[in-house]
């Protein structure tokens, strides 16, 4: 069953940038890459989301090279209310597309 | 514009008990989750629905749980009978059209089985 991998957790100081890479090596020609951020006792919210090259809004940028096997979350000048699980999605619509999570990356951000 | 919304935001109730959750997904949107998540872990996919039709319920427990989504806009989750192991967060989410679009999450309902 295909999945996402991403780094458990990651630490980091307030101003430093910060890159969160995920994996997904059976990602179908279908499949938009998306990262989601997670509070406690919230539910996720949309961070960004691409299918190939760069992509940058206001919040953050998304890298995803030629062969679109693993896709790279910049979140530019952490602070402190960065401190969130962020999460990385692949539908997989050669196996059904589904939108499935996997644990996260555990960001936290240290003044 | 209002978000997800979810009813109720806490329930505790007994094991064996019938518990029941709503959720009223952003106007328009066609697509709509189910995900229940534990603590520490990322949310796992219940059901989703395309309109009132569910197109992928394969991890549903479907002999405690059941869902419904009539006319394509508010959607009810239920568990019967509630076991210990329930005790979790369940979240809908919407978005507008399939599993690529930009989904919005509500708050989810914290249940406790006790």
């Known amino acids: 069953l295909a999945k996402t991998t991403q780094p458990i957790s990651m630490d980091s100081y307030e101003g430093q940038e910060v890159n969160i890479t995920c994996s997904h090596n059976n990602i179908a020609t279908n499949d938009y890459i998306t990262w989601y951020q997670q509070f406690p006792s919230q539910g996720p919210r949309f961070i960004i989301q691409g299918y190939k090259t760069k992509v940058t809004n206001e919040v953050a940028s998304l890298f995803i090279p030629a062969d679109r096997k693993s896709s790279t979350l910049s979140l530019p000048r952490v602070s402190l209310s960065d401190t969130a699980v962020y999460y990385c999605l692949v539908p997989y619509y050669n196996q059904g597309g589904k939108l499935i999570f996997g644990q996260g990356t555990e960001l936290s951000v240290k003044p | 514009e209002a978000g997800v919304v979810q009813s109720p935001r806490y329930k505790i109730i007994e094991k064996k008990q019938p518990v029941a959750f709503w959720c009223n997904p952003i106007?328009?949107?066609?697509?709509l989750y189910w995900y229940l998540q534990n603590l520490g872990q990322g949310p796992e996919l219940l059901i989703r629905?395309?309109?009132?039709?569910?197109?992928?319920d394969s991890q549903l427990p479907k002999d405690r749980f059941s869902a419904e989504r009539l006319k394509g806009v508010d959607s009810t989750l239920k568990i019967q009978p509630a076991e210990l192991g329930d005790s979790a967060v369940y979240l809908c989410a919407s978005s507008l059209s399939g599993v690529n679009t930009e989904a919005f999450f509500g708050q989810g309902t914290r249940l406790t089985v006790v």
């Open positions: 629905y395309e309109n009132e039709e569910a197109v992928d």
């Open positions: 106007s328009g949107h066609n697509t």
